[in-house]
């Protein structure tokens, strides 16, 4: 049986196939239908648009060739309209004739009566929410109510306009989070990525604009795009004091991100104090709101860069114990691409989570932050803790694991407002 993929090479999206090559020269010489960006200043490449976009639908370039592999039963590398029908078990309840004609006509941007892998990938990341993969096994896709739209228009002019003044596309963005890819982006790529991620989960406009200047003081490895005790006064004039108050608190914010009582570790309710790295020697208070506010631009940061692929079950109950406190606080969609990490970690232990970074720093000196870090999953740890709790608490089947269906049950007994949150959302 012949196979197909999706494979990026040279910044272009191309159908690695076993068909014709004509067949694949026809597929691979079309761009995305209605995948541009139009930003000032021309059009995000190809490559970029797809990471944000593969960002705000949750469904990376790997499991969508799956999903294709899996309903290309022909292995032709196109889909029929009968084909089709093998991605009801996705869709569930909501596929019948009618959602399938709907999704059809969507996909078959070419009008000629087949689904190649482009248009199927295209469609996906604009209409589809991945929901994930269930106790049983399954992934569950849900369509939205309108597709995910990526243009100026979402992006007032003054914004665009003022990140091209600062200088943000001639930045080469670089990560330091071991999980985190910088894909050949440009600050300006990853800033203007958060802010639509940030605008499509919903959040107040002082979010949505900070998100669009996070680290635009100071970058996680200490570049400063501008100096704030410069800039302060006038992107305060010209952005609001609200949002450049959040702008000027994430560098701190976000240094203190690994730290036990930094601001995604620190008990909830209470002002959190972090040093100020934009003034070194001197210390900020972070109250409540702004917490809750600077942790959603904090997941919208991780998110933005996450390798989506990693389904390393340590690597991913890092994660979740890396927001877990702070869940409470975040937006509904920020809150599930947390519990997402918790669905992937399934089989793994605080115990791999300690070994796993002791390992990272085998042969050199531990820097004091990690120290303090990775001694919240040693066996007395905080988070070891947590985990013994669980066990006592949500091990309903008895066999000394959580599973995704027991976390899901317990949370929904623990903390019954996310639970109507969901059933709201339904």
């Known amino acids: 049986m012949r196979t197909a993929a999706l494979v990026l090479a040279a910044g272009t999206l191309a159908l690695a196939a076993a068909a014709p090559a004509a067949a694949v020269l026809q597929s691979a010489a079309r761009p995305p239908a209605r995948l541009l960006l139009h930003l000032r200043g021309g059009l995000l490449s190809e490559d970029q648009m797809r990471f944000t976009a593969e960002r705000l639908s949750c469904l990376s370039k790997g499991e969508i060739q799956h999903i294709f592999a899996d309903v290309d039963k022909d292995g ?53 929410k991945d929901e994930g993969i269930g106790a049983d096994g399954k992934r569950t ?28 596309g001639a930045i080469v963005q670089k990560v330091t989070h071991p999980l985190h890819s910088a894909f050949g982006r440009t600050l300006r790529d990853h800033f203007v990525s958060s802010y639509l991620l940030a605008q499509q989960w919903g959040n107040p406009k002082d979010v949505v604009q900070a998100a669009l200047f996070h680290a635009l003081y100071q970058r996680g490895d200490g570049l400063q795009a501008v100096k704030a005790a410069d800039m302060r006064p006038s992107l305060q004039e010209r952005l609001g004091q609200d949002v450049e108050e959040l702008m000027y608190l994430f560098p701190s914010a976000h ?15 209470k002002d959190v104090t972090v040093n100020n790295v934009l003034e070194p020697g001197t210390c900020l208070t972070i109250n409540p709101t702004q917490r809750a506010k600077l942790c ?7 998110h933005d860069q996450h390798v989506l692929e990693n389904v390393n079950p340590v690597h991913n109950l890092w994660c979740f114990y890396q927001h877990a406190t702070i869940l409470p606080l975040l937006s509904k969609p920020a ?23 002791t390992k990272r720093f085998s042969g050199k000196e531990t820097p004091e932050v990690w120290k303090r870090h990775i001694q919240m999953f040693a066996p007395n740890g905080r988070y070891t803790k947590v985990e013994k709790e669980l066990h006592r608490l949500a091990d309903f089947d008895g066999d000394n694991q959580i599973d995704w269906k027991e976390f899901v049950t317990f949370m929904s007994i623990k903390f019954p407002a996310m639970d109507e949150d969901a059933d709201d959302a339904d």
Request: hydrophobic share 40%; charged share 30%; aromatic share 10%.
């Open 76 to 128: 032709s590398g196109r889909l029929s309209y009968d084909e089709l029908d093998f991605l009801a078990p996705y869709f569930g309840a909501s596929w019948d004739d009618d959602f399938k004609k709907k999704v059809f006509a969507e996909m078959d941007t070419s009008g000629n009566g087949l689904i190649d892998a482009i248009e199927f990938y295209d469609w996906l990341v604009h209409n589809v």
């Open 141 to 168: 896709l849900t369509k939205r109510e309108q597709r995910i739209q990526l243009g100026l228009d979402e992006i007032p002019k003054h914004l665009t306009a003022l990140l091209d003044e600062l200088g943000t």
């Open 255 to 269: 240094k203190s991100a690994y730290e036990p009582n930094g601001i995604l570790h620190a008990p909830l309710g």
């Open 296 to 302: 959603e631009i904090e997941v919208i940061n991780s």
């Open 335 to 357: 809150r599930e691409t947390i519990e997402d990490f918790k669905r992937l970690a399934h089989g793994a232990t605080c115990a791999d989570v300690h070994a796993w970074h």
